[in-house]
């Protein structure tokens, strides 16, 4: 069986500033698959590139196949039918508009292949929503409108979501409480791929992660192992093992 998503050579430039050098990465069905690196290591070129995004005069080549059709060559919006949902960083909600409103404004693509969730599903997702639900979003705490995001993307019926630092703002002990719906989200039957600098609370809720170092991948392989990754240690887990 192929990968839900598996990216081969990817390689993206800005102008002549190559970003990525060939990245090979897959994730698997109802798999949490984490990306970590460093500010400026190329983790949201790595995305926008899964997405079809351009931010500026980015240019991509190499492969991009979702259930092992190549997607590469299609426009953002047509990858998004095809189930590939990418939340934003420190996007994904409009700020003037309620919770209610903000989750109604999507609806699955004609052809979704993910599993379809009404609003009343998101609340069940989110328990903290239903509350807030006649609330504009800029008045929500930064991890409540991460969920709203979160809920915006699953209103699209993904069969991948992509979470672009989804703990950018949020105070500490919001991160894992995300990032643990997260993990629900992927043990009932969803697939992620997640982009993060907290490589702490990554490691307790992916399956696999792989390390980003200026543009190259440097180390994946399951949580389990790369705990004790002396990059990982060094860098991310304050030089002290666990
Ligand atoms: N639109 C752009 N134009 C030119 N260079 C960019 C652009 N976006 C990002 N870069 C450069 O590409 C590299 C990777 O950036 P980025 O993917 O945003 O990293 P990360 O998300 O890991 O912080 C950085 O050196 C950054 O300066
Ligand atoms: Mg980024």
């Known amino acids: 069986m192929s990968p839900l998503l598996e990216l081969a050579d990817l390689r993206v430039r800005y102008g002549h500033t190559a970003a990525l050098h060939g990245v090979d ?3 698997g069905q109802r798999e949490l698959v984490a990306v970590a690196g460093a500010n400026g290591a190329g983790k949201s070129t790595l995305v ?10 980015a240019v991509a080549t190499g492969g991009v196949r979702l259930d092992g059709v190549d997607v590469a060559g299609l426009p953002a919006h047509h990858r998004t039918r095809k189930g590939i949902v ?5 996007k994904g909600v409009f700020e003037g508009l309620t919770v209610e409103e903000n989750l109604q404004l999507v609806s699955p693509p004609k052809g979704a292949g993910g599993k379809r969730y009404d609003v009343s599903d998101i609340y069940e997702v989110f328990p903290q929503l239903p509350g807030r639900a006649s ?24 069969r991948l ?17 995300v990032l643990r719906h997260v993990r629900e989200l992927v043990d009932g039957g969803l697939s992620v ?6 490589v702490k609370a990554t490691l307790e809720v992916a399956d696999r992660l792989y390390l980003l170092e200026q543009g190259r991948v440097v180390g994946s392989g399951p949580v389990e192992q790369m705990r004790d990754d002396e990059r990982i240690v060094a860098a991310y887990l304050g030089g002290l093992r666990a």
């Open 25 to 27: 990465l897959t994730v």
């Open 48 to 57: 926008n590139a899964v997405a079809g995004w351009s931010r500026g005069r």
């Open 86 to 90: 990418l939340v934003p960083e420190g």
């Open 135 to 158: 609330k504009k979003c800029s008045t929500l705490s930064g991890g409540e409108r991460q969920m709203v995001a979160i809920g915006r993307a699953l209103r699209a019926a993904p």
């Open 161 to 177: 979501l992509i979470l672009d630092e989804p703990s950018v703002g949020l105070a500490p002990r919001l991160v894992l409480d």
């Open 193 to 198: 791929l997640l982009v993060e600098q907290n």
